[in-house]
């Protein structure tokens, strides 16, 4: 299946990475994208690794099942980078979007000779900037989505305040600062 991408999340407990999936999951589904996604469940508890992932597609996906060879991968939290694999399986035509306010080239000495493309985003500037506090998972959705090309950008966008719209009916403020973080995220990813 050509058409076929793949995302794996890497992130902790209650950091919003399986929220992420979900939602990058529900937008591509209104786009008229087949979709998977689902978190892999262990001991969940806060601050605990957590793995979630994406299957996105112009065709029917018939394969239900962990993904062991992304496309893409997203880790939450730069500190995973030393206590998960989070390149096993990484395709190095690919690349990995990692949440940190180093460079791409400072994060790419951590990734055990991953030799594919390495992108970084500054997510808690961008949350802190836009929500006041940091709430990772929406920043770093706008990201992957950049570096994937899953959507345009522009569509995308009004999905997700379309969602927002109906989740946050009753705090505009809400909406108003997630769309201002996807926003921003858009511009800040390196």
């Known amino acids: 299946m050509a058409d076929l991408v793949e995302i ?11 929220t992420a999936a979900l939602l ?10 087949f979709v998977q996604g689902f978190p892999e469940y262990g001991p969940e508890r806060m601050g605990a ?8 597609s112009e065709s029917e996906i018939r394969v239900h099942s962990n993904i062991y060879e992304p496309d893409y991968v997203v ?30 080239d400072e994060i790419r000495e951590k990734l055990n000779g991953y030799a594919g493309k390495v992108y970084t985003i500054d997510a808690r500037k961008v949350s802190k900037a836009c ?12 990201a992957i989505v950049k570096v994937s090309g899953v959507m345009e950008k522009e569509i995308f966008l009004k999905e997700m ?5 109906h989740k946050f009916a009753s705090k505009p403020e809400v909406i108003e600062g997630n769309m201002n973080a996807l926003n921003m995220a858009f511009e800040e990813v390196r």
């Open 75 to 104: 880790v939450v939290d730069e500190g995973l980078l030393d206590v998960v694999h989070v390149t096993d399986g990484l395709k190095a035509d690919g690349g990995i979007v990692v949440n940190t306010s180093k460079s791409p």
């Open 49 to 56: 690794p957590i793995t979630a992932y994406n299957r996105i």
């Open 8 to 18: 794996r999340w890497h992130g902790r407990g209650g950091q919003g990475a399986k």
């Open 161 to 165: 305040e379309n969602s927002f719209s």
């Open 24 to 33: 990058l999951a529900d937008v591509a589904f209104k786009t008229g994208s």
């Open 131 to 142: 929500l006041g506090k940091y709430f990772p998972n929406t920043p770093m959705l706008a």
